[in-house]
């Protein structure tokens, strides 16, 4: 099924929790990672049990501590 | 405020630029700004708010300048190793525009002096390097209602958004809490490209010069970034969390808190 990603378009398997998609697109560091799904910002319990659905818009968003 | 002739030569290039204009560059000069950290970020944010004419700048930073700084923090100069950032900061801004008064606090921000250094300022500016001092600025600039620039960088991305305390979303709205202890690297350990520290931190100081002049539109419920490699800037549309634990309208989080974080040593 196709979702967006990060503002690209992409095709992942049916199924999948938030935190499949995470193992499934290879993110080195989960922890490092806040997802937006369909605008509203998840709670990190709820990537265990919520589910990808057909068109859903997902955003990654990654810690970035660095500043010096 | 008056600006005087020498005033209206040197800030020429705002005066004749229609938004901003001598009004603007007289808010400008009454400006008051602290720039939290004098590195990466720091450096360009308080090289082009100087410049600009800001009134007052209050700097923040615990370190002195070492060898490994030079490669990206452009306010420090070889001899400068060895001197204390905000005493090196100091004399640049000096050197560059006399008509900043210039305030150097050489500490590191903690839960017990963060409200009382940003108290005096109207917008803050997170140049720092570790999520804790990043928590607990957006953390103290929501309880003292400071309005201010998250910026943050690793290797070749950047990201920064414009926080209006209680209006916008703020950082904790995307991020709840920090990282596991050592789960995040920070430059040191990760490595940036230097010219991303002058990209991300120019984008906050015209943040900073649109806040106090009220030219355009904030960077607010949007998160920029972008990812130098590539050169593709995206934003990402956030919003105010009914949850937030520290900008809702029933906070769970009313007192700082120092996390430990990441220590930014190379040679440990
Ligand atoms: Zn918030």
């Known amino acids: 099924m196709n979702v967006t990603i990060n503002g690209q378009i992409e095709q992942i398997p049916s199924g999948l929790t938030i935190v499949g998609l995470l193992a499934h697109k290879s993110v080195e560091m989960p922890d490092m990672v806040s997802v937006e799904l369909n605008g509203e910002i998840l709670d990190r319990p709820a990537f265990d049990t919520t589910l990808v659905s057909e068109g859903d818009s997902l955003e990654f968003l990654y810690f970035m501590g660095g500043g010096q | ?268």
């Open chain 2, 1 to 268: 405020m008056t600006l005087r002739d020498d005033q209206i030569e040197r800030y020429s290039r705002h005066i004749i630029l229609g938004d901003v204009g001598g009004k603007g560059q007289e808010k400008l000069l009454a400006a008051k700004v602290l720039i939290i950290g004098a590195g990466g970020l720091g450096a360009p944010i308080a090289l082009y708010l100087a410049a600009a004419g800001v009134g007052t700048l209050g700097i923040v930073d615990g370190d002195c300048v070492d060898m490994t700084n030079l490669q990206r923090q452009v306010i420090h100069f070889t001899p400068d190793i060895g001197t204390p950032k905000v005493t090196s900061a100091f004399n640049k801004i000096r050197a560059i525009n006399p008509d900043v008064t210039v305030h150097p606090i050489h500490d590191m921000v903690h839960s017990a002096n963060i409200r009382d250094l940003i108290r005096d300022y109207d917008f803050i500016v997170d140049g720092t390097d570790n999520f804790s001092a990043k928590f607990l600025i957006n953390d103290a600039c929501v309880m003292e209602n400071k309005p201010f620039s998250h910026g943050g960088i690793l290797r070749f991305d950047g990201q920064t958004m414009t926080v209006l305390p209680k209006k916008s979303a703020c950082y904790r709205c995307l991020f709840k809490q920090p990282p596991p202890k050592n789960a995040v690297p920070t430059c040191s350990q990760a490595g940036v490209l230097g010219a991303v520290a002058g990209m991300l931190g120019t984008i906050q100081a015209a943040e900073v010069l649109k806040y106090i002049t009220g030219v355009g539109d904030l960077l607010t419920n949007r998160l920029q970034t972008f990812n130098a490699k590539s050169m593709i800037f995206r934003q990402v549309t956030v919003k105010q969390q009914s949850n937030c634990p520290v900008c809702s309208s029933s906070p769970t989080l009313t007192e700082l808190v120092d996390y430990e974080g990441p220590v930014c040593d190379l040679r440990s």
